[in-house]
Every structure is written in structure tokens, then in C-alpha cells.
């Protein structure tokens, strides 16, 4: 009887192992997904800034804040709703609303028509990422949450990547307008796939003694994370690095199309290789070395992607100055792992620093801070500063305009390293 018992278990162990993956799968495609058509609008700001005369101002405008304003906004609010109900549900509404408005900005013939347009994808994918951290800390232990919120974010440069490459690679082969059309329509029938593979599981299941009948009111979640400082010098921090982040996955394409004189295709199959290697790599390293030593010292959360912004900054200043698109290739490929090491230890953190009933919420709490200040910001002050530049550097004045942002990473590795000072009081065990 020993045997079978044994045999029994081996077997369920195995099938929940197939099913985190199945899940983990799904919900990395559906985030790939989230970042293709949240970025795609990088590569495509060559063609559109040409088609509708717009300034680098009303691109950054247009690329940033117009997204941020909705999705940021209206983040909390739904994140709330899935600590109470079905985050499957609310994820699936989610993925349809911004694959739709994404086709919709094909249809744009005007800067305020694509404004708005992007206002839609900002309010489709406010319920995209909340409820999907909420989800992974349900499906694995504690002691795998980094690792698997580090696989979640694969997304983000594989998304990227793609939204970069494939809406290069349309908008020169047909026009920018039925790039947005074909990745919006592919979210469409990604939605019932998501529907059918990913099941709402037990809140709290891994987390014995947190699970609460009804979910605490928005009042009591925000005065516990009043009284978390770790959770504020984290989120600013993220903040800070996001600045810089999605700035330059909004015009590191434009600026190798400027400064090195290369076509659309060329640029975006350039810059999406290393988003593609250089993200994934640190992703990855950034959420196991959060599961090796965190476990024993829970400041690591914070110290591991404060040690990697400091690092980012000579890479950045000898790719973006180097002459060489070769050379700018090879060294550009460090500081892109660099930056997004933070991923996984910073996601998972704040997965612990509230019970699990509260996590939807918190983490929307987060992105709200993270995307209203590193989207609605970065992409727009490096526009900004670029049309300022464009007096004393002409087509170059994106060149400096990003070395200039590198100062956030430095701003971002300060707030993290004070935040490591509270995370081991500030953590729920």
C-alpha cells in the first residue's frame, strides 16, 4: 500500500506541476501580449510622427501619459474588485478591452483621435497586471514566488520585443496603421484561451493563518501600507528606474534611426534582439537570486536591483556615446539586464508585505505610483528634453537627451537601498 501511496502522490505532484505551467504559460502570453501592444507605439512613432506631423512632445505625450493617465487611475479600483471577486473574470474583460482600442488607434487620423485611442488601451490594461500577481502568489509556494513572478515578467521584454519588431517589420512592409490593427485583432482571439486554461484558485492557499473570510475595505489596506515605509521607498524607486525604463523603450528606436542613420526594419530588429536577450537574462537572474537570498535576509529584495541600477549607468554612457552600431549593440545588451533585474525580487516583496487578501489591491497601489510617474514621465521628459537639445545637437539631441535619464537610475538605487532597511519589519511571515 506504501507503494501506491506513494505513486499516488508522485502523480498529483506531477499534475500540479503541469498545471502551474500550463497557467504560468498562459499568463506570460497574455502579458507578452499587454507589452506588444503597450510598446509597439515606440517603433511606430518614425512613420506616425512623419504621417501626422507631430512634435517629440506630442509623441511622448501621446506614448506616455495618454496611456498612463486611465491605466494608473483605474488600476486600483479594479485591483480592488479582484480581492473580492473572480481576477480570471476581470483579466479576461481586460485583454479584450485593450486588444480592441489597440486595433482602434489604426483608425486614427488625428494626434487627439490616437490620444484617446491610447486612453482605451491605458483602461483595458488597468486589470491586466494587479489580479495576474495576485494569481501567480496563489499558484506558488512562497519560496518559488520570485522565480515565478520573474517567468511572469518575461512579458515585458517579449512583448516588447515583438511589438517592436513586427510592428517594424508592417509598418514598412504595409503602414503603421494595420500594425495596430493586426496585434489588436491577435489579442481578440487570445481571450478565450485565457478563459478556458486559467482557474481562480483558493486566495491565501500557500500562506496558512492569512486567508480571511471577507476582504479587509480600502481604508484598512492603505493604513497598513502607511505604516510600511519599505513599501513606499520601493514603489518610488521602481518609479525612478521606470522613468528611464520605459523611456527608452519608447526612444531607443527613434534614436538608432536618428543617430546611426539605419532604416525602420533595421532598427527595430536591432533594438528588439536586446530587448529580447538582455531582458530576459535579467529577469531571470534578478528572481533567482531573490529566492536564494531572500530567504535568509529579506533586504536582498531591495539590495539586488539597487546594486544592478548602479551598474547600468557606464554601460548606458558608453553604448548611447559610442559611434559604432556594432559595439553599441554588444554593450547596450548589460545595462538592458541591469535595469529590469529588479522584476521579480521588487513584485514579489510586495506580495509579502500584505496578507493575501490584500495583494490585488496593493500591488495596483504600486503600479499606480510605478506607471503614473515612469510612464506619464519618462517617455515625456526625454521627448521633452530632446526638442530642447535639438537647438545645440540636431538629430543627435536624443543621443543626450538619454544620458541625461540615466540620473534616475542612480535616484532609483538610493530609495532602494533605504527601503532594504525596513523590508525585514514590514514583511507578513
Not at 177 to 205: D, H, K, S, T, W
Not at 253 to 265: D, E, H
Not at 326 to 336: I, K, Q
Request: glycine letters at 12%; a positive charge; proline letters at 4%.
Amino acid at each position: 500500500m506504501g507503494w501506491m501511496n506513494r505513486a499516488r502522490r508522485a502523480e498529483m505532484s506531477q499534475s500540479l506541476l503541469q498545471r502551474r505551467g500550463r497557467v504560468l504559460l498562459v499568463l506570460v502570453l497574455v502579458y507578452t501580449f499587454n507589452f506588444i501592444d503597450r510598446q509597439i507605439v515606440g517603433i511606430l512613432a518614425v512613420p506616425i510622427k512623419a504621417d501626422l506631423l507631430l512634435s517629440d512632445t506630442q509623441l511622448g505625450l501621446m506614448g506616455g501619459l495618454a496611456f498612463a493617465l486611465l491605466y494608473t487611475g483605474l488600476g486600483i479600483p479594479i485591483a480592488y474588485l479582484a480581492d473580492r471577486h473572480s481576477r480570471c473574470w476581470i483579466m479576461t474583460g481586460a485583454l479584450a478591452v485593450w486588444s480592441a482600442m489597440t486595433a482602434a488607434c489604426g483608425l486614427a487620423q488625428n494626434f487627439w483621435q490616437l490620444f484617446f485611442a491610447r486612453l482605451g488601451v491605458g483602461i483595458g490594461e488597468a486589470g491586466g497586471v494587479a489580479p495576474a500577481y495576485s494569481l501567480i502568489s496563489d499558484y506558488f509556494p512562497q519560496h518559488q514566488r520570485a522565480r515565478a513572478l520573474s517567468v511572469y515578467s518575461f512579458g515585458i521584454p517579449i512583448g516588447s520585443a515583438l511589438g517592436i519588431v513586427f510592428g517594424g517589420l508592417i509598418a514598412s512592409w504595409v503602414n503603421w496603421r494595420m500594425a495596430f490593427v493586426v496585434v489588436g485583432l491577435a489579442g481578440i482571439v487570445l481571450v478565450p484561451i485565457f478563459r478556458f486554461n486559467v482557474a481562480e484558485p483558493p486566495r491565501g492557499q500557500y500562506d496558512h493563518g492569512n486567508a480571511r473570510a471577507n476582504a479587509p475595505r480600502f481604508g484598512k489596506i492603505l493604513a497598513t501600507l502607511v505604516n510600511k515605509p519599505g513599501f513606499w521607498l520601493l514603489s518610488l524607486g521602481a518609479a525612478c528606474s521606470s522613468m528611464m525604463g520605459y523611456g527608452l523603450f519608447f526612444w531607443l528606436p527613434s534614436f538608432f534611426v536618428r543617430s546611426y542613420g539605419i532604416t525602420l526594419i533595421h532598427a527595430s530588429l536591432f533594438y528588439g534582439a536586446i530587448l529580447l536577450i538582455g531582458g530576459l537574462i535579467g529577469i531571470w537572474a534578478g528572481g533567482w537570486l531573490a529566492d536564494r537570498l531572500g530567504q535568509s535576509r529579506r533586504g536582498a529584495y531591495a539590495i539586488v536591483p539597487a546594486v544592478a541600477f548602479c551598474a547600468t549607468v557606464p554601460f548606458y554612457v558608453a553604448g548611447i556615446l559610442s559611434h559604432s552600431l556594432l559595439l553599441s549593440f554588444f554593450v547596450m545588451l548589460v545595462p538592458t539586464a541591469l535595469g529590469l533585474v529588479w522584476l521579480g525580487p521588487v513584485i514579489c516583496a510586495m506580495q509579502h508585505l500584505v496578507a493575501p487578501d490584500m495583494r490585488a489591491t496593493t500591488s495596483a497601489i504600486f503600479l499606480f505610483i510605478n506607471n503614473l510617474i515612469g510612464i506619464g514621465l519618462g517617455t515625456l521628459a526625454i521627448g521633452a528634453l530632446s526638442d530642447v537639445l535639438t537647438v545645440h545637437f540636431g538629430a543627435d539631441s536624443l543621443r543626450y537627451s538619454i544620458l541625461a535619464g540615466t540620473g534616475f537610475y542612480v535616484l532609483a538605487a538610493g530609495l532602494f537601498f533605504l527601503g532594504a532597511r525596513f523590508l525585514t519589519r514590514d514583511w507578513e511571515e
